[in-house]
C-alpha cells in the first residue's frame, strides 16, 4: 500500500505563526489521503498549541460512502473521551506516521 497525494487545507481562518502557541492562531490543518488501494484517510487536526492536542482520523475503503474505521484522541482530551475502533494490524497506519508523523491509536492502544 502507498500513499497517491495528500491534500493539506488549513481549517482554522486566523491560523497565524505569530500567534500560535497560545494567542488563537493555532494550525489545524486538515489531511486527505489517497491510497493506491482507493481508499481514503482524512485527518482533522484541531490542537490548540501549547493547550494541547485534539486529532480526529478516518479511513474510508474504496467504494464506500462512509468510514469504517475511526479515532478521536489527544492531550486535550480525558483518556476516557479517546475513541478508536481502528484494528491493530491497520496498514494505513504506518503510512500516516512515515508521511505526516502522526501516531494513531488503535483499539488496543486505548484499552
Known amino acids: 500500500m502507498k500513499i497517491v497525494s495528500i491534500l493539506e487545507k488549513e481549517q482554522n ?3 497565524d505563526s505569530s500567534t500560535c502557541r497560545n494567542g488563537g492562531g493555532y494550525f489545524q490543518p486538515l489531511y ?3 491510497l493506491d488501494n482507493g481508499a481514503t484517510v482524512v485527518i482533522s487536526d484541531t ?18 460512502t462512509e468510514p469504517t474505521e475511526s479515532c478521536y ?11 478508536s475502533d481502528i484494528p491493530d494490524d491497520a496498514e494505513w497506519l ?11 491509536p488503535t483499539v488496543s492502544d486505548i484499552e
Open 13 to 15: 481562518d486566523y491560523a
Open 32 to 34: 486527505t489521503i489517497a
Open 47 to 64: 490542537s490548540c498549541g501549547d493547550f494541547g492536542s485534539r486529532i480526529s482520523a478516518t479511513y474510508t475503503p474504496d467504494g464506500a
Open 94 to 104: 504506518d503510512l500516516i506516521w512515515d508521511s505526516l508523523g502522526y501516531n494513531i
Open 73 to 83: 484522541y489527544g492531550s486535550m482530551l480525558r483518556d476516557d473521551e479517546w475513541e
